[in-house]
């Protein structure tokens, strides 16, 4: 048997940024995402000729860490593979990997969906995300279409609102990989940032309004709201000790330019997760200018992306 599935990156506008002390992985704080198009994985798992176990991803077989990660997901999470560990597996990022834009999630999410088809698993996506997001935290929401949140009691829900228009440019600073995990990032934040507590309760109030501005479909209050949050959370981070520095001198480059297209009344906004990429918010009728003053500002490794309305799916 052969299974092939894809799954979207998402983007967080609220971002998790640490996870409660609890085996069924809750965040501390409420986020909201939204699901791409353009990134992707896509995950082929089968039977392996030979009885073995073998993963690869983007050509490469994975090792290290990284199989360790895997192979406990694997183990924990799928009693039919637990019980015969023999199963070939595919992967192929349309994204780069850990470079903070969001692989873990998509590559989790596929994962997922392909090894539940293939075990004769449920599928409801409320189940998936629950065994994903012990991949990866963020996976759970590249289960849905548009926008999604994920709450603290653990929750997982599409947010109804209009994304038909919304888009991202993604100004691509450094596509290698971070030098420090998410995973590893967020629990060092938790356990010695002073003001956690601060971004914790500022996120859900952030999480409240944002839910009121996309239900208003108040474009400028969600755009200001997922600039603001993201830089409080790095502004967090870097208080941890040692402090978590993921944005150069690079991203704040291109955070100035921005800030000159705001200036002119362009709707952009900046968000940046575990990596130094920017990604730009955006409505599509203002692509062309974004471009254009990118362009004039020296910067071409551009990647533009609309909203998925879907979540993971089967290929075939
Ligand atoms: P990112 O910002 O890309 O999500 P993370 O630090 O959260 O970075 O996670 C990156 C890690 O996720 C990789 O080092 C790898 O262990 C794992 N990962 C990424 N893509 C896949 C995939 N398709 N399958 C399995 N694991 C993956
Ligand atoms: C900044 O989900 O990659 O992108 O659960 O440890 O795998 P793990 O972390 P991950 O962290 C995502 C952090 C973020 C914010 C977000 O996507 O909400």
């Not at 030979?50 to 090792?63: C, K, P, T, V």
């Not at 903070?100 to 088809?117: D, E, V």
């Not at 409320?126 to 990866?136: M, P």
């Amino acid at each position: 048997m052969k299974v092939t599935a894809k799954a979207p990156i998402n983007i967080a506008l609220i971002k998790y940024w640490g996870k409660q002390p609890s085996a069924d992985i809750k965040p501390y704080n409420d986020s909201i995402s939204l699901t791409l198009d353009a990134l992707y994985t896509i995950t082929t798992v089968e039977t392996h000729p030979e009885g073995l176990f073998s993963y690869r991803l983007n050509d490469r077989l994975i090792l290290g860490n990284d199989l360790t990660r895997i192979w406990y997901f694997l183990q924990t999470y799928f009693p039919k593979f637990k019980a015969n560990p023999s199963l070939k597996i595919t992967a192929k990022n349309h994204v780069p990997t850990a470079a903070g834009l969001a692989s873990s999630a998509s590559g989790f999410a596929a994962l997922t969906l392909a090894l539940a088809r293939y075990y004769k698993m449920s599928e409801t996506p409320e189940d998936l995300a629950k065994i994903a997001k012990q991949g990866s935290g963020s996976s759970a929401r590249s289960f849905y279409g548009g926008y999604v949140s994920w709450k603290t009691d653990g929750t997982i829900a599409k947010i109804p609102g209009d994304t038909d228009t919304l888009c991202f440019v993604i100004v691509l600073v450094d596509a290698n990989e971070k030098y420090l995990s998410s995973r590893e990032a967020m629990k060092r934040t938790v356990a010695t940032a002073h003001s956690y507590h601060t971004y914790v309760k500022e996120s859900q109030k952030k999480a409240l309004n944002m839910e009121k501005a996309i239900a208003d479909n108040d474009f400028s209050t969600i755009g200001r709201l997922t600039e603001t949050h993201a830089r409080h959370m790095h502004e967090t981070m870097s208080s941890a000790m040692p402090p978590i520095q993921y944005l150069t001198n690079e991203s704040r480059k291109v955070l100035d330019v921005v800030a000159k297209m705001q200036d002119q009344g362009i709707k952009a906004y900046a968000t940046m997760d575990a990596g130094s990429n920017v990604k730009i918010l955006t409505k599509t009728n203002h692509l062309d200018d974004i471009q254009t003053f990118l362009h004039n500002h020296g910067y071409r490794d551009l990647i533009l992306s609309k909203i998925s309305n879907k979540g993971a799916e089967i290929l075939e």
